[in-house]
């Protein structure tokens, strides 16, 4: 049997390094950028940057309803997000495994279409659907189901469909992934012993589909956690989230050190939102 020759230590490193720098330029650089002039401030009356050490823009984000309202907003609009992906994905990811059979790669494809078309198109599409002249009001109107057009822009409404659109694949794929996992003996046992379709969810099905449901919902609420394009277009200016705010004083008010520290705070309640994760993850692993 013909053995594979060892990789010298330094070849090794040779073909780390690019990545390695890579990352260090683009990604570890400007986070510590951003951690430090989250303490700095700007000037009165200018565009320049006091490096002197404070805690005064984290102060004005507590201490200011405007952005802790926005901070709420993007909280329960991520929330509501994620129920409203799990609850769509659940059935869906159980039908693609059990019944999609040699359509299973093409559904799954389809499904991950919003991830690889980027926030922009989707949204832009969706722009049309839902306009006071866009196809469901005029198809509702049609009917004689409404007589004037429902606001579905510029509200929590259009932002949540259009966010869902957005991040129902983050779900669905680690959804699919635990059930295929989970034996279909159980699902016939437990009915063979009584009980019924809704028990069988609760008890056998459910708690064999936690792991993919944490990795999931943890996936949806940081991604619209952050999210900015969708909200923008979809909320036209009237849903304020969080990076919409961070957004406008970076780009509009010019005030880096105040819109680092916005960008911090989400950070925050990413990592918190990780760390949650991980406890519930850890404690189904010793469950099982």
Not at 17 to 42: C, D, K, T
Not at 134 to 158: E, Q, R, V, Y
Not at 213 to 242: D, E, N, R
């Amino acid at each position: 049997m013909k053995q594979t020759p060892d990789i010298k230590p330094t070849a090794t490193a040779l073909l780390v390094a690019p990545a390695a720098i890579l990352m260090f330029g683009v990604f570890v650089l400007p986070f510590v950028f951003l951690v430090v002039l989250s303490f700095w401030s700007q000037v009165p009356g200018s565009v320049g940057i006091d490096p002197t050490f404070t805690l005064a823009n984290y102060a004005r984000i507590i201490g200011d309803g405007y952005y802790l309202g926005g901070l709420w907003t993007t909280l329960w609009l991520s929330g509501l997000v994620t129920l409203i992906c799990l609850v769509l994905a659940l059935p869906l990811a159980r039908w693609i495994v059990l019944h999609a059979k040699r359509s299973k790669g093409l559904l799954i494809g389809l499904c991950i279409l919003p991830l690889v078309c980027g926030a922009l198109l989707p949204t832009l599409g969706l722009v049309n659907l839902l306009s006071p002249l866009g196809f469901i009001n005029g198809a509702l109107k049609s009917m004689g189901l409404i007589k004037t057009s429902l606001p579905l822009l510029g509200n929590i409404a259009g932002v949540s469909i259009g966010l869902v659109q957005a991040f129902l694949p983050l779900m669905i794929l680690p959804l699919i992934s635990t059930i295929e996992r989970i034996p279909h003996d159980y699902e016939k046992a437990a009915m063979s012993l009584g009980a019924t379709r809704l028990v069988v969810w609760r008890r056998v099905l459910l708690p064999l589909m936690l792991p993919g449901i944490v990795a999931g919902s943890l996936l949806v609420f940081c991604a619209s956690l952050t999210a900015f394009v969708t909200p923008q277009i979809l909320g036209q200016g009237k849903v304020v989230t969080f990076a919409s705010l961070a957004y406008q004083q970076a780009a509009m008010v010019l005030d880096w050190p105040f819109a680092s520290a916005l960008g911090m705070v989400m950070l925050l309640f990413l990592a918190l939102a990780g760390l949650l994760g991980a406890l519930v993850s850890r404690g189904l692993g010793r469950r099982t």
